[in-house]
């Protein structure tokens, strides 16, 4: 492998791996800076309005099926499957 190319790799790699750690301190901060109190959250907001959730027969939708009479309870949302 000519030497010029086996520099930019290098160059590459560090700049990738740069570029990553950057990324990753600054989804932190965000979430950090963004993140709300569920006290914070209006819960009743769109309370009387109703969904309609389409789902596909699977053991995760039963465990999901099994929390929306508590859902329709705390946020007022009436949920159709």
């Known amino acids: 492998m ?3 190319l086996a520099a930019f790799r ?6 990738a791996r740069r ?5 990753t301190l600054w989804a ?3 979430v950090v800076v963004t993140q709300a109190n569920a006290d ?6 769109f309370e ?3 969904i309609v959730w389409a789902y596909d027969i699977h053991p995760y939708a039963d465990a999901v ?3 929306m009479l508590e859902f329709e309870k705390l946020t007022g949302i009436k949920v159709t499957p």
């Open 65 to 67: 099926a099994a929390q």
């Open 28 to 30: 932190g901060t965000a």
């Open 2 to 4: 000519p030497r010029k």
């Open 40 to 45: 914070d959250i209006n819960w009743r907001q």
């Open 10 to 15: 290098g160059h590459s790699a560090n700049f």
């Open 48 to 50: 009387g309005t109703s």
């Open 19 to 23: 570029a990553l750690i950057c990324s």
